[in-house]
């Protein structure tokens, strides 16, 4: 004799139920409550200091928030595997220093700052305008691929 198994109707139903709840929990743990994610805004310290993160296809924070007339210094950490930059256009500035890695520079009196792989640069400046300006990197696609963000001076 061959034992017949009987399923009820709803057997499936649940199992079904109980792994889309599995799966929008661990979905729900881990979009935007992530403690490893950085803040999407950065906001330079008292001393005028603030880490920008460059990588493959973006930066971190995506919004920088400074103060007019205030100095601040800007260090490009560089996490990516090629090299990337940092441009500022539109605001009108004092440029102070820009210490750049790798083989790129900027202008004379241009808001940027260059970091080979792995490697940091620093660009310090007193922003003389308020207003939202746009900050990219200018290399080749980068800034199409995602390497662009927004700097608000208050």
């Not at 929008?24 to 330079?44: E, H, I, S």
């Not at 990337?84 to 790129?104: F, M, Q, V």
């Amino acid at each position: 004799m061959v034992a017949r198994r009987i399923y009820h109707p709803f057997v499936h139903l649940f199992i079904v139920g109980t792994l889309l709840a599995i799966a929008l929990l661990v979905a729900a743990c881990t979009a935007n409550g992530d403690p490893r994610q950085p803040p999407a805004t950065g906001v330079a310290s008292a001393n005028g200091a603030l880490t920008v993160r460059a990588f493959e296809w973006g930066f971190e924070p995506e919004t920088i928030v400074l103060q007019r007339d205030e100095e601040v210094r800007i260090v490009l950490d560089n996490d990516g595997e090629i090299l990337h930059n940092l441009k500022i256009d539109g605001l009108e500035a004092e440029l102070i220093e820009s210490r750049s890695t790798g083989p790129l520079t900027g202008d004379e009196d241009q808001l940027f700052v260059g970091a080979d792989d792995g490697q940091q640069g620093t660009l310090i400046f007193v922003p003389q305008q308020s207003g939202e300006f746009t900050f990219y990197c200018t290399l080749e696609r980068h800034r199409q691929l995602g390497m662009e963000g927004t700097l608000i001076v208050e």
